[in-house]
């Protein structure tokens, strides 16, 4: 690795001398580059080539001129992120996989809230609407010493679009599309005094999905008020809740499948393992946030949160009679959280934070019988308690304008867990002036949830069912990488080229028994490493372009069992994009992305070769768009534009007339096409 490391600083070291001097700078406008600020990485405004930490950063341009048809295929197209899903169903969920760890380390936030679901760990980020979003961040590597539990690989904050003074700001937007897919926007911002403005956006989105049971009826509502009187404190105040409720259709089942129909009641067809299933989620979020500089060196934030999660899942099988059940899990989690950040001298710096966490988990469920009615009698309910409190310093130290050194430590308490001490250490190296030599490490912590914990005892039959584990140990581990920024030829390119390695020690896992009785587990093992290496362009002051490829090889060890690869990640992940834009107003944009094979699923703890691997694919997205007398914008948007079908997860299957079990898969997302017209002010 070292001479890796010493070959790729040698050519940075060299590469200044064929870039132009920055008075030398072309008048059009620089979109790769050093100086973009970023907020998520320290918890302070910091120049991104000050941050040891490898970053992505998506504006609103970036992502009013992307091809993707949602937030989740935003990242998607980013370096270093695998987004999975499952299948092509309307409330499919997605979730970001970064660097090849489980969709639990990354850490999304929306304006500083948590939005991972704290019964599962993961955030499901297909609810996210792209529309009314100002930023995106996405800080890569260990993030626990900053945000705690679930940042083990990184931390996604979305950044929502605030009110701008002297400017009202309307924004109407309605499309259609495939599967009967439609959409209608609305967002609208402004001040109302000469301190006090707000920003208000709300959506509506339905489909019939590609498949039987397959739709989505979503809705979403934010408001955002904001306090600014120029000379502080600063006050924001923000608010969000989302109403969606979806058909669950399970795997595609095998071909030839025939209807299955049990009492006059149809439970699969050849497209869908289950007719029957649904699920549907009602989230609200809550925060203020107040930032104030009482003293030249000293700036103060106050934040207070609450959330409000509910999901409902109803679920129908057949074991010689139709049967099934159904569950609410609610989560409601408040925090409050302070941060000081102290310059101490010249070149000094010192944040110290607080951060308190209270969680209440709620499990109720019900049966049903084989007409799908409620069973008065089989009521269950389940209430559960946890908090944690989490102190930390991180001091940041300039001796010149050629190096940064940040050393921090975390002291995390948890109500089930004691104590835990997380540290992080990065470096700098900024030998020229659009050069940034990387270096970064940090311990990672992750708590088990309270579905992995408090999940009370089921029983599908025959054994069958799940159950929560009270014996789990937290994951721990730690995340390194090193890496090189340089910004070449007028900013008009950059070029980023990172290593990084990770391993988590009692990695939690749901594993069956030989009856499939589901039981969360720790894993001896978890571990990776990888490159990343990334290019963006700009040949023409209209047209850019972009590169990234990752390669990660992650493996997993089971406890009896062997080291082997780990399921679902693939070694090798390309993308690249061509956005062209003229002075008419015209955009057009392409994406393709490529997706290695990937083990699937492996009969015994003991294999070391997968039964099943889902094969490696390619997609291709295309996006026109062109504006119309100013305020009108019309854009066409097609996915997958050659019809490529791929898979994306499996599960069992069990054919009720034969009474065979099969491992069948969830299909990908085929070809679509969107036309939206919108209108802005």
Known sequence: MLRYILIIVLFVMILPGVCLSSEEKADNKEVFTLDEMIVSATKTEERRGDISNSVILIDKEDISRSTANGFGDMLGNENGIDLRTRGDYGGATQEIHIRGMGADGALVLVNGIVINSPSIGSANISGISLNGIEKIEVVKGSGSLLYGTSAMAGVINIITKGPEKDIIDLELSAGYGSNATYEIAAAQ????????GYYLKANKRETDGFRSNAGLDHKDISLRLIYDNGYGPDISIYG?????????PGVKTPSGTRDFIINGIKLYDSESS???????????????DINGAPLDRLRLNLKGTYMDMESYNKNVYYFFTLSGNKTWVKNIVDSLEGNADIDLFKGMNLLIGAEYKRYKWENSGITLDENGAEINGTETETVAGLHTFGLLTEAQYRPNDHIKMIAGLRREGHSEFGTEYVPRYGIVISPYENTAIKLNYGRHY????????FWPYEDWGWGMGTQGNRNLRPETGKHSDVGIEQGLFNDNLFV??????????DKINWIPDASFFYRPQNLDRYK?????????ARPLNNLTFSLAYTFTDAEEEISGGVARKALYTSDSYFKSSMKYLDDSGFNASATIRYTGDRP??????SDTEPSVTLDSYYTIDLKIEKDFLDKWIVSLQCNNLLDKEYDTYVESFMDQVSGIMTMERYPGEGRSFFLKVSYRY
Do not use: C, Q
């Open 189 to 196: 911002g402004m001040f109302l005094t000469e301190d006090l």
């Open 528 to 536: 990776s490493y990888g490159w990343e290496i990334g290019l963006d």
């Open 600 to 605: 699937a699923y492996y009969v015994l703890n």
């Open 240 to 248: 969000d809740y989302t109403d969606r409720v979806y058909g669950n």
């Open 496 to 505: 980023n080229i990172t290593y990084f390695r990770w391993d988590i020690e």
């Open 446 to 453: 992750n708590a088990p949830t309270p579905n992995a914990l």
């Open 274 to 288: 289950n007719l029957l299933n649904e699920g549907g989620d009602k989230d609200m979020h809550l925060a203020f």
